[in-house]
């Protein structure tokens, strides 16, 4: 289909202008093909009307657990280690590859909404989430999280193998698979190991938790003299590309070894919050020219997946932390959320700006709201005012996902009775 965009304000994130008034956007097929007036020699299917609207690149949630879903208020209040070890992993044993399929696709419903067009996701029965992308018309990655677990190792290498064998480029494109070892407290040295060799074999990405929490630095330097990133830099696991979630507790040494490698770390503040793991130093990695993405995590330690809010949140947390109110600006937060998870997950050719020939993966932002006003300042409104229900219209990879806050392409009212069905019967087992 070719679509337009007309008249709209459009925020591109492309390293140039910060704002465009008034322009419009031709989009055939999956790419955008003209940003500026009108060309009246274009073929035109549809047109979109952007008069009171921003559009901007989709936003890219670059860690998540998207079946997590589920368990959604089941268990708050925790530290991470007993809500892991005590609540969530026993539950989680109990899971089917019908509840991940469901619980994924209410994510999903989620995340269209408020506004995220890609993700990168570590759970597992990934062929199920896979499923549901393709049902969804959504953008991202599918990683099975392996912690090492006697007998089975083999078993769960295999089923990455094949998981990128069946997956990797489906759907348009618009899905890949990236080797996830859950993080070096769950995975030995040599485990590890293998798994960096299977992602070199598949010439595949990294994705990984490293120094969430400070007891888990702590462990690390009693059991191995090092900081967990500094054990898995000289392991050789940084050869590959790799998005490494949280890095809450790092020391220079850590941010010089993210750093030299083009490590991405994934910065997930609500999360960080509310699990009470710390406050990552954000604006000390930006200054070091590291590449920090934005993520969620997933819906039970957050417990949304409104990318909004992280913007929100991973620009005035800093502010605070640094007693610095140039901390972290709204720009930055902006671009954590787009280009730069973009990135991080190999996808910056394609995704993360509104670019002629990049895909043509873009959110309309009603700006007709009361919160909204006056509008000032464009870049800052997105930060600090805008809501996740602002996002009007989604567009990925061409085709319309939602129009004026309806999903085209998920039966929503289905998906919570299914949800609500298989989450009883979850509780239950």
Not at 175 to 180: D, F, P, R, S
Not at 202 to 223: G, P
């Amino acid at each position: 289909m070719n679509l337009l965009i007309k008249d709209v304000t459009l925020v591109p994130m492309d390293g140039n202008r910060d704002v465009i008034e008034n322009t419009n956007i031709y989009i055939q097929g999956d790419r955008i093909v003209h940003i500026g007036d009108i060309d009246e020699n274009r073929k035109v299917d549809r047109v979109i009307d952007g008069k009171g609207k921003v559009a901007m690149p989709g936003l890219v949630n670059a860690h998540t657990h998207l079946a997590m879903s589920l368990l959604r208020n089941y268990a708050d209040d925790l530290p991470l280690q007993e809500w892991l070890t005590e609540k969530i992993w026993p539950i989680e044993a109990k899971l089917t590859s019908e509840d991940v399929y469901w619980g994924s696709l209410l994510s999903m419903v989620e995340m269209i909404q408020s506004g995220t067009t890609t993700f990168c996701d570590m759970y597992f029965f990934m062929e199920e989430v896979g499923r549901g992308m393709e049902e969804a018309g959504i953008r991202g990655v599918l990683t099975r999280g392996i912690i090492e677990e006697k007998g089975l190792e083999k078993e769960k290498i295999e089923y990455t193998r094949k998981l990128h064998e069946d997956w990797n480029g489906r759907a348009n494109g618009r899905i890949k698979v990236m080797v996830a070892p859950h993080a070096p407290y769950t995975c030995s040295p040599s485990y590890l190991k293998e798994l960096l060799d299977l992602a070199v074999e598949l010439n595949s990405e990294i994705h990984i938790h490293l120094s969430e929490t400070k007891k888990e630095v702590e462990d690390s330097f009693k059991e191995h003299g090092k900081s967990p990133i500094k054990h898995v830099y000289d392991l050789g696991l940084f050869k590959q590309p790799t998005v490494a979630a949280h890095c809450v507790h790092v020391d220079d040494e850590d941010m010089n070894i993210l750093k030299g490698n083009k490590v991405t770390v994934v910065y997930n503040p609500s999360s960080n919050l509310k699990l009470a793991s710390g406050f990552t130093p954000v604006d000390k990695m930006l200054k070091k020219g590291i590449n920090v993405a934005l993520g969620t995590d997933g819906p039970s330690s957050n417990n949304n997946l409104n990318m909004f809010e992280e913007i929100h949140l991973a620009s005035i947390v800093n502010k605070a932390v640094n007693m610095e109110a140039t901390s972290v600006t709204a720009k930055d937060a902006l671009k954590m959320a787009t280009i730069n998870g973009a990135r991080g997950l190999n996808w910056d050719n394609e995704i993360g700006s509104i670019q002629v020939n990049k895909k043509a993966d873009i959110i309309l932002i009603d700006m007709d709201k009361p919160h909204l006003y006056p509008l000032h300042n464009v870049i800052s409104a997105l930060a600090y005012s805008a809501q996740g229900s602002d996002v009007d219209t989604v567009i990925i990879d061409g085709n319309i996902v939602m129009e004026k806050r309806e999903i085209k392409t998920l039966d929503v009212e289905r998906i919570k009775y299914q949800v609500q069905k298989a989450t009883k019967s979850l509780i239950n087992r």
